[in-house]
């Protein structure tokens, strides 16, 4: 600064650092350093706002994400749903199936059942003969009472062996049917898990983003805070220094009429004086021209010869060349 005063970055009037005031030196050192604060706080200020952008972007992007996840949870739960009850009902009727099995091989006889149902179709033949015997043959009625009751045993047996047969494939259609129903009903759990997992983690994620989100929005309005008062702060002092720029100029002004009116009375004073000078001469010269005019006066009254310039002091105009 090498002007008496200087506009500042916000419009005002700035007395320069070579004033007479004392003040002034510390009001342009604190100016200084105020809107250095405030730069630094409106250079925060656009940091954190790149970064709140940043942040709002990936929380929406996360936002996202998760609800594409639930979209896809409740698809899983409509499959689970859906599922998990056959599931529960085919899983149920496998034990009750499994449990009538049991019973029919304690019936059939536990050591020799897988034996016997192999042989169905001999105990068929064996059947069949029987019957065949007993309207065939001539028997006495003791041998015909003993076929009949062979009969009757061959028939339970054959009997209880078709419908564990028939128990064993509708078991073996059942346990096929449960297996792939687990399969699928396992696979959904596990989605469910995966999703639920996945679905915690991000909005475990947005949580502390929206917390980040929070303290910046805190940080930026302290900052801001900051900043007001810094420009508070330069308002006053700009105040300060107009006053003393104004304060300055007054002087600076006085000064200029006071050495304008001392230009004009020393003028005038000079004037005066060669006035008087003037006059001065002119009375000098005046009584010169008359001592000169006497002289030669008297000159030509005693006769004596004139020269022209004492004729011209005689006869001229007094004051003439």
Do not use: C
Not at 58 to 66: A, G, K, N, S
Not at 116 to 124: K, P, V
């Amino acid at each position: 600064m090498s002007a008496t005063t200087t506009a500042n970055n916000n419009g005002g009037v700035s007395v320069a650092p070579n004033s007479d005031d004392p003040n002034l030196k510390t009001l342009v050192e604190f100016k200084k350093s105020v809107l250095d604060e405030q730069k630094g706080g409106e250079k925060k200020i656009e940091e954190i706002n790149s970064s709140l952008d940043a942040v709002k972007k990936q929380i929406d992007e996360e936002r996202m994400q998760l609800d594409e996840l639930r979209a896809k949870l409740k698809g899983v739960n409509e499959e689970k749903d859906a599922d998990y009850p056959k599931f529960v009902e085919l899983r149920n009727n496998l034990i009750e199936a499994k449990n009538q099995m049991r019973s029919l091989d304690d019936k059939v006889g536990q050591a020799k059942s897988r034996k016997d149902r192999s042989e169905m179709s001999g105990l068929s033949k064996a059947l069949e003969q029987i019957e065949r015997d007993i309207q065939t043959k001539k028997l006495s009625k003791d041998e015909e009472r003993k076929l009949v009751a062979r009969s009757k045993e061959i028939a339970t047996k054959l009997h209880t062996l078709k419908l564990v047969h028939k128990k064993e494939g509708q078991y073996r259609e059942m346990s096929t049917q449960y297996d792939e129903l687990k399969s699928r009903v396992n696979r959904i759990f596990k989605q469910k898990e995966e999703f639920g997992n996945k679905i915690g983690k991000l909005k475990e994620s947005i949580e502390g983003l929206v917390n980040n989100r929070e303290g910046l929005y805190e940080e930026r309005r302290q900052v801001i805070h900051t900043v007001r008062e810094a420009t508070a702060k330069l308002e006053m002092i700009e105040t300060q220094l107009n006053a003393i720029a104004f304060k300055k100029n007054r002087m600076a002004q006085n000064e200029t009429r006071q050495k304008k009116q001392k230009e004009m009375d020393e003028r005038r004073v000079a004037r005066h004086e060669a006035t008087q000078e003037r006059t001065r001469r002119d009375k000098e010269y005046q009584e010169r021209w008359n001592t000169l005019k006497e002289a030669a006066q008297k000159k030509m009254s005693s006769g004596e010869k004139l020269t022209f310039d004492e004729m011209k002091l005689i006869f001229g105009d007094a004051g003439s060349d």
